[in-house]
C-alpha cells in the first residue's frame, strides 16, 4: 500500500477554510484516495473519496492533481464542531483493509 | 439502522482476567473489522472477517487474543489473559464487502474503552 505523509496537527480560526495536503509519492494506478474523520471518544467516519481531479460533496472538495502524488481536503468555512483527527487513506479498487497513519489533528478555534 | 453496536462501552479489569468485547454489524454488511487504537501505536486493525470466515489476523498481537464471528450478526474479541498493555479503544466497524469497487466505506462503531490495571 501507498505510503501517506500529513501534517501532524494544524490550527485555524472559525469560518476560514482548511486545507490539509497528504502526500502519497507512490501511489499506484489503481489506488483511491480516501479521507476519514475521527472525533474525540468516537470511531472513524468516511468523509470523501476520489481518483483524480475534484470530488465535492456536503461536507468537503478533495482535490488530486494530474499526477495523483498527492491529495487536499478542504473544508469550507470550519466550525468548532470540525475539530478532529483526519485521515489519508491510499488503497487499490476493491482493496477491503483501510490502514490508517498517524493523521492530522486538526483544532478550531474560536 | 442503528449502526455498529458494540459492548461493553468501558470496561476495567484486573490483569489476568478474561476480556469480551462484543460487535453487532449493521445489518447485511459481509465485513467486519476489529481495530485497537493507542496514543502509541494508533488504529491498527487486528482482524476482518469476511461472510463470517478470517480473512486477515495478521494484526492479531499474540495468542492471547482471540476472534470469532459465529453469525452475520455477531462477533467477539476475546483477550486471556489481559495485560495492562493491552489498555486501549477497541473499534468494530462493518463493511458492504463486495470486493468490486473503490475502497468501501467502513462504519465503525463507538468502541469499548479497556483498562487493565
Known amino acids: 500500500l501507498a505510503k501517506t505523509t500529513q501534517p501532524i496537527s494544524m490550527d485555524s480560526y472559525e469560518g476560514q477554510e482548511v486545507n490539509i495536503t497528504c502526500s502519497h509519492n507512490?501511489?499506484?494506478?489503481?489506488?483511491?484516495i480516501t479521507w476519514y474523520q475521527q472525533f474525540p471518544s468516537q470511531g472513524p467516519r468516511f468523509i470523501i473519496q476520489?481518483?483524480?481531479t475534484k470530488v465535492t460533496n456536503e461536507v468537503a472538495s478533495l482535490f488530486i492533481p494530474a499526477d495523483r502524488k498527492s491529495s487536499t481536503l478542504s473544508l469550507p468555512r470550519v466550525s468548532l464542531s470540525d475539530t478532529a483527527v483526519y485521515y489519508c487513506?491510499?488503497?487499490?479498487?476493491?482493496?477491503?483493509?483501510?490502514?490508517f497513519g498517524t493523521g492530522t489533528r486538526l483544532t478550531i478555534i474560536p | 439502522d442503528a449502526g455498529v453496536i458494540q459492548s461493553p462501552r468501558h470496561e476495567v479489569t484486573e490483569m489476568g482476567q478474561e476480556v469480551t468485547l462484543r460487535c453487532k454489524p449493521i445489518?447485511?454488511?459481509?465485513?467486519l473489522f476489529w481495530y485497537r487504537q493507542t496514543m502509541m501505536r494508533g488504529l491498527e486493525l487486528l482482524i476482518y472477517?469476511?461472510?463470517?470466515?478470517?480473512?486477515?489476523d495478521s494484526g492479531m498481537p499474540e495468542d492471547r487474543f482471540s476472534a470469532k464471528m459465529p453469525n452475520a450478526s455477531f462477533s467477539t474479541l476475546k483477550i486471556q489473559p489481559s495485560e495492562p498493555r493491552d489498555s486501549a479503544v477497541y473499534f468494530c466497524?462493518?463493511?458492504?464487502?463486495?470486493?468490486?469497487?473503490?475502497?468501501?466505506?467502513?462504519?465503525f462503531g463507538p468502541g469499548t474503552r479497556l483498562l487493565v490495571l
Open positions: 466497524a462493518s463493511s458492504l464487502g463486495v470486493g468490486r469497487g473503490p475502497q468501501e466505506t467502513q462504519y
Open positions: 507512490n501511489i499506484a494506478t489503481n489506488d483511491y
Open positions: 476520489g481518483y483524480k
Open positions: 487513506l491510499v488503497g487499490p479498487f476493491g482493496n477491503e483493509k483501510l490502514t
Open positions: 445489518s447485511g454488511h459481509n465485513s
Open positions: 472477517f469476511n461472510n463470517n470466515v478470517p480473512i486477515d
